[in-house]
């Protein structure tokens, strides 16, 4: 079977519909086909300021919500980044092997140091792009299945993979970038012209809220003038957004949509879309506190998941230390 690897950082109390309809849903899915390696990236999280306890607790809901969204650790590794020290120790490498300019193009690097003051933004942030081609390439992902806003990240990831393979033999697997079509980006319900995003959260739908807050900043989501409901990213960002997460959760198209809400007004569409995300988040709510009752239950998945992790990055590494001429270890 091919391979896949992804990851989905702890930074937040809760994952969002950006996550889960962008990638998410997909890591599900692929379990299928693929042998699946899918990880908590907590190195990932400490490129920005994080309270030990919270980054420690989030880590565990993060793999609690993953396990309720239907990810199986009997057919896919499940894993916390830190505990297989192969990422760290591949990362190193593959610095060495980028180009300074190289990583200072990466857009999510610009757009999220300019929050932040130059003093406060880390170079953990700069090299980020680099631990997550470590990620993948430690694995020997044929695919990775992200949301749009990881393509850039994934093409350097390509591109360090070719660079090593010439350099040094032909070592890595290139990846491809899985990315969904319709859903692969979801937009900020007060802001549809940036992405949803937990490092920003405003009109950001978390998939652990209360259902009620969620359907009531669905009603006081930021539409068009006009009041026609049609899919036009243009010209309807507000409402195009409304219609693919629609779509997405209910598998209804949107051009069915459209004809389900012609001649109807703004208001019916986010109320239904509402009581749509109200159904599918609360079944997943309760099976996520059944994983958090049990920690014990749910640090012994993890474990196992790391060493099924090891098994394929300890060999990867290996074969990169060799390649580039360290003596091996005794
Ligand atoms: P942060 O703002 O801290 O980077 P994030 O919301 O981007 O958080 P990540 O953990 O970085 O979340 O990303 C997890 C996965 O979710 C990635 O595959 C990413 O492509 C996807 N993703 C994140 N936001 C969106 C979005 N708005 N639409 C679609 N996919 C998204
Ligand atoms: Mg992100």
Known sequence: RPRVLSGIQPTA?????????????????????????????????ITVEQDP????????????????????????????????PEHAQLSWVLECLTGFGEAGRMTQFKDKSARQEADHVSVGLFTYPVLQAAD??????????????????????????????????????????????????????????????????????????EPKRSAKKIRSAVTDTGREIRYDTEGKPGVSNLLAIYSALTDKSIADLESEFDGRGYGDLKKELGEVVVEFVT??????????????????????????????????????????????PG
């Open 136 to 209: 993948i390439l430690l694995y020997q992902a044929d695919a990775v299945p992200v949301g749009e806003d990881q393509r850039q990240h994934l093409e350097l990831t390509r591109n360090l993979a070719q660079r090593f393979n010439s350099r040094y033999g032909n070592t890595f697997t290139v990846p491809d970038a899985h990315i969904p079509g319709d859903t692969a980006k979801i937009y900020d319900l007060q802001d549809p012209g940036s992405k949803m995003s937990k490092s920003v959260p405003s009109g950001v739908i978390e998939l652990m809220e």
């Open 13 to 45: 109390d809760s994952f969002h519909l950006g996550n889960y309809l962008g990638a998410l849903r997909e890591w599900v899915t692929m379990q299928q086909r693929y042998e699946c390696f899918f990880s908590v990236v907590d190195l990932h999280a």
């Open 53 to 84: 306890e919270l980054l420690r607790q989030r880590t565990r809901l993060s793999a609690a919500q993953l396990l309720a969204l239907g990810i199986d650790p009997d057919r896919s590794a499940l894993f916390v980044q830190s505990h297989v």
């Open 283 to 328: 079944p997943f709510q309760e099976q996520v506190r059944g994983y958090l009752d049990d920690p014990a239950q749910l640090d012994k998945i993890l474990h196992r998941g790391a060493q099924k992790a090891r098994e394929v990055s300890a060999e990867t590494l290996r074969n990169v230390f060799d390649r580039v001429g360290f003596v091996a």
